[in-house]
Structure formats: C-alpha cells, structure tokens
C-alpha cells in the first residue's frame, strides 16, 4: 500500500474555485487508477473522480465540467481542480489508489486523513 497524504482544502465562497492536492509516497506512475472520494457529514463517502495512468479520466455526474482530477508522476502528485463550488460541495475529501471491479472502482488503500473544503458565503 501506498502512502496519500491530501491537502488544500479551505473555505471559499459559492463559485470560488480551489486545488487538492495529493503527495504519494511511492511512485505514482506504477498506480494503474487513482481517484478522489468526499464525504460530507452524515452522508456517505462518494468517489468524485477517477484517473487511469492511461490518461482516462472519469467524474460524478454532479462535478462534470467543474472538478478536473489531473496527475503530475514528476512530482509523485495526484490533483483535483475544483472550479465553480458549490455549498453541496463541502466535505472532507480523500484521495485514493483504486482497483477496477468490474465496470466500478473500489478503494485500494488506507485512507489518510483526507482535506476538508467548505463553501459558503
């Protein structure tokens, strides 16, 4: 397993835009899938985003068009670029190495202690 340690999370304002980042420890270019999940409270964590090393990219139909998840493997680093945030938005985000199952993704690793983003005015 590798290590994930996220950061970025903040508070911004309805619209605001914010990037997660994600430090592997290990090299992310020998991880076939990566992803970010949220989970906001009293709700169940959801995956927001996938990436394959390939360069597919996969999101929640909620965060389409708004959130890009990207990696940089020079810098072990997995993003998530989130533009135009909304107040259903806020969580505590984690990122994550996947496996495929099937035509689903389920999480590989432990989770850190993920990044939490508020939205509100």
């Known amino acids: 397993q590798v290590q994930l340690v996220e950061s970025g999370g903040g508070l911004v304002q309805p619209g605001g835009s914010l990037t997660l980042s994600c430090v592997v420890f290990g090299s992310i270019d020998s991880i076939t899938y990566m992803g970010w999940y949220r989970q906001a409270p009293g709700k169940q964590r959801e995956l927001v985003a996938a990436s394959t090393r390939s360069g597919i990219k996969n999101y929640r139909d909620s965060v389409k068009g708004r959130f890009t998840i990207s990696r940089d493997n020079a810098k072990n680093t997995l993003y998530l670029q989130m533009n135009s945030l909304k107040p259903e938005d806020a969580a505590v985000y984690y990122c994550?190495?996947?496996?495929?199952?099937?035509?689903?993704?389920?999480?590989?690793?432990?989770w850190g202690q993920g990044t939490r983003v508020s939205v509100s005015s």
């Open positions: 994550m190495e996947l496996r495929r199952v099937n035509s689903d993704y389920e999480p590989l690793s432990s």
